[in-house]
């Protein structure tokens, strides 16, 4: 059954699709009235919907049932990444990212970052593509641009992971083995040049502990995949 993205959806029992999903669900579907299809609004609600009115400008739902916290997971996964020269990259980590389970892309600007500016919207896209592939009722959140330095001085509650490959300074920990099913975690992914020895060192005096993600030198999209599986399946 095809699932549809409808952040704007209420409690209505009716439902009426946007020009866009609407124009994609009946002249490329080909769905017509009677059809039952899928809804889903982004914070964790799922919809079961019949076609009631197959106007390909304008198509008419009706909801037929509705299951909130649909697979809510016990944990909240945020990643910081710094994104890459390539945007390619970037958006097939926010893709797979997405489809493995992940509540919050941070992008970051650090001391050696290949792209200092993105579009958000573009990586947005990206994401909502993701849930209807992959049948997830809540969107990940994908934020503004921030600076490495602010990022680390924020509050967060769960634990703070630093990613790092610098064998001079670091003081690793298997990310396996120091998490603890059901804990919120940020983990932070630098970017291609790594983070610098004075931006891991700020990072460890504001209480993030640093993690190994391997015995190789991974990309930075790469290793943000590895982090993501690694938490989802800690947590399975």
């Not at 990613?163 to 298997?174: I, L």
Request: aromatic share 10%; hydrophobic share 35%; charged share 25%.
């Amino acid at each position: 059954m095809q699932l549809f993205f409808t952040p704007d959806i209420t409690d209505s029992e009716f439902y009426t699709l946007n020009e866009s999903e609407s124009k994609h669900c009946i002249k490329v579907l080909r769905l017509m009235e009677g059809d039952k299809i899928n809804l889903v609004d982004g914070k964790g609600t799922f919809f079961e919907a019949e076609i009631i009115n197959s106007n390909p400008k304008k198509c008419g739902l009706k909801i037929l049932e509705k299951t909130e916290n649909y697979n809510k997971r016990n944990y909240n996964l945020t990643i910081a990444i710094a994104p890459t020269k390539n945007n390619d990259r970037l958006e097939w980590f926010c893709e797979k990212a997405t489809e493995i389970g992940i509540d919050t892309i941070i992008p970051i600007i650090s001391f050696n970052s290949e792209r200092r500016n993105i579009n958000p919207e573009k990586f947005n896209n990206v994401i909502i593509s993701a849930i209807k592939q992959s049948y997830k009722a809540y969107k990940p959140t994908f934020t503004d641009l921030i600076k490495f330095t602010d990022l680390i001085k924020k509050l967060f509650n769960g634990k703070k992971y630093i990613a790092h490959c610098n064998p001079a300074y670091k003081q690793f920990s298997d990310l396996k083995t120091i998490y603890n099913k059901n804990e919120n975690v940020l983990i932070i992914i630098g970017p291609e040049g790594d983070f610098s020895p004075e931006e891991v060192k700020l990072a460890v005096e504001n209480n993030f502990q640093e993690i190994s993600l391997g015995n190789f030198r991974l990309r930075t999209e790469t290793a943000g995949i590895v982090a993501v599986t690694t938490i989802s399946l800690l947590n399975n």
